[in-house]
């Protein structure tokens, strides 16, 4: 198990903090408009260059990369701009300035979080799973990525959260405080049918206190339950999969098989 030191709170910051770039003596003021979309929940994080007049910025809401048009009068107009043949032409400018630093971020964050390794370490590609010990999708997307997990091409990180049942806690717990927490997880999975792994005695603060970072993290991931999969493309972008994936999703998260 990967664990931060247990004082060290979770952080997440407001991805305009991180990405806003600085403002300089001399250039445009900022659009009062931009603020009036900011109370409506949009994030504007940085200006690009536009032509014919307009100031293009880059922004995102609800973790959606895009794009604000302010017009010479003050007035914007948020969508996709496309050329003559309905190509959207700003879409690489939003991957670059958006999609990537916040996928950036949130693959940091779940980096450092607290999880259990399913698979081997050297295996390539890495997805990140919220996991309940109790949850019967989680264990059907386990048992849906054995071929993948276990020829060595993809390796499960699982960030374990108690939300599920009442003993779900206690489950996470002899998961987590077991000699060895990948087997432990294992055991739980291969008996998930009979009831999984049994429940710990007792639930220890620490404990207590991974699983509650764990699930403030599965939030503002932007999951509500579990399984919350993660999946990070070669371009540095995030693809994120609430539920069990269906049909051709499996391989959109795992990769070749």
């Not at 931060?4 to 806003?20: E, G, M, Y």
């Not at 999946?231 to 995030?238: A, F, H």
Request: hydrophobic share 40%; glycine share 8%.
């Amino acid at each position: 198990m990967r664990t931060k030191p247990l004082a060290r709170p979770l952080v997440v910051a407001a991805c305009a903090a991180l990405l806003a770039a600085p403002v300089h003596a001399g250039e445009p003021a900022r659009p009062p408009v931009l603020k009036a979309l900011e109370t409506q929940g949009l994030t504007v994080i940085q200006e690009f260059n536009v032509a014919d007049g307009l100031r293009g910025f880059a922004g995102a809401i609800q973790e959606r990369p895009v794009a604000i048009y302010v017009t010479p009068d003050g007035t914007a107009i948020v969508g996709t701009r496309v050329d003559v043949e309905g190509r959207p032409i700003d879409a690489a400018t939003l991957q670059d300035l958006v999609a990537k630093p916040m996928g950036k971020k949130v693959w940091s964050q779940l980096s450092e979080s607290s999880w259990v390794l399913d698979g081997r370490s050297e295996a390539p590609r890495i997805v990140y799973t919220f996991s309940d010990a109790n949850c019967p999708y989680c264990h059907q997307f386990w048992e849906a990525s054995r071929p993948w997990v276990e020829a060595g091409k993809v390796q499960l990180r699982h960030i374990l959260v108690g939300v599920i049942r009442d003993d779900s806690p206690a489950k996470a717990a002899a998961i987590l405080r077991a000699p060895d927490p990948s087997a432990a997880l294992q055991k739980n999975e291969q008996r998930f049918d009979q009831g999984g792994i049994e429940p710990a005695s007792e639930v220890p603060d620490d404990v207590l206190e991974v699983l509650a970072r764990n699930q403030m993290l599965m939030v503002s991931t932007g999951f509500r339950g579990t399984p919350g999969i993660v999946v990070r493309e070669e371009d540095g972008t995030v693809k994120k999969f609430r539920g069990m994936p269906q049909g051709d999703q499996l391989n959109e998260v795992l990769g070749p098989r």
